[in-house]
């Protein structure tokens, strides 16, 4: 596992944060996004992980600060804008912001189908945002259809 990802985990953003910050000076020396051998590495993937940690500490207010604060360039591969919209919309279940999570992971579902139908977060996700909603909406029935999942 990732030590960026083992250390949010665990809840030592000080620790998450100092492995993220040898990533950034070092794709700050790149420059540019690579995708060498397909493992995606540079500016847009570090502000990527930015996100994704934030979630992982469990700080959903966090994660969507920090995703306004950049734009996914178009070049950058699906897969790993697909998980940035995953994380992301997980950000906005934790803000508390269900309408907007749910249309996140619609812009998961846009950018990268496969993945958001199989990611076990887009199912962790739905299932909460169904146990949260009451009165359970067309669109939110429609996802869960469409994950071919009861929720």
Same mark, same amino acid.
């Given at each position: 596992?990732?030590?960026?990802?083992?250390?949010?985990?665990?809840?030592?953003?000080?620790?998450?944060?100092?492995?993220?910050?040898?990533?950034?000076?070092?794709?700050? &020396?790149?420059?540019?996004?690579?995708?060498? !051998?397909?493992?995606?590495?540079? %500016?847009?993937?570090?502000?990527?992980?930015? =996100?994704?940690?934030?979630?992982?500490?469990?700080?959903?207010? $966090?994660?969507?600060?920090?995703?306004?604060?950049?734009?996914?360039?178009?070049? #950058?591969?699906? $897969?790993? =804008?697909? /998980? /940035?919209?995953?994380?992301?919309?997980?950000? !906005?279940?934790?803000?508390?912001? /269900?309408?907007?999570?749910?249309?996140?992971?619609?812009? #998961?579902?846009?950018?990268? %189908?496969?993945?958001?139908? !199989?990611?076990?977060? =887009? /199912? $962790?996700? =739905?299932? #909460?945002?169904?146990?949260?909603?009451?009165? &359970?909406?067309? @669109?939110?029935?429609?996802?869960?259809?469409?994950?071919?999942? @009861? #929720?």
């Amino acid at each position: 596992m990732d030590t960026r990802l083992a250390a949010a985990r665990a809840g030592d953003r000080a620790g998450a944060d100092a492995h993220l910050a040898e990533v950034k000076q070092t794709a700050d &020396r790149i420059g540019v996004d690579r995708d060498d !051998y397909r493992l995606c590495f540079g %500016p847009t993937n570090v502000h990527i992980w930015l =996100v994704g940690l934030a979630v992982e500490m469990s700080d959903g207010t $966090e994660a969507i600060t920090r995703a306004e604060r950049f734009t996914l360039p178009r070049s #950058a591969p699906r $897969e790993r =804008v697909g /998980h /940035h919209w995953i994380d992301l919309a997980r950000g !906005y279940l934790l803000h508390g912001d /269900h309408q907007r999570a749910l249309a996140t992971l619609n812009q #998961a579902r846009r950018t990268a %189908p496969q993945q958001a139908r !199989y990611h076990s977060q =887009v /199912h $962790e996700t =739905v299932h #909460a945002l169904a146990r949260a909603d009451k009165r &359970r909406t067309d @669109t939110l029935a429609n996802f869960v259809g469409w994950l071919g999942i @009861t #929720a």
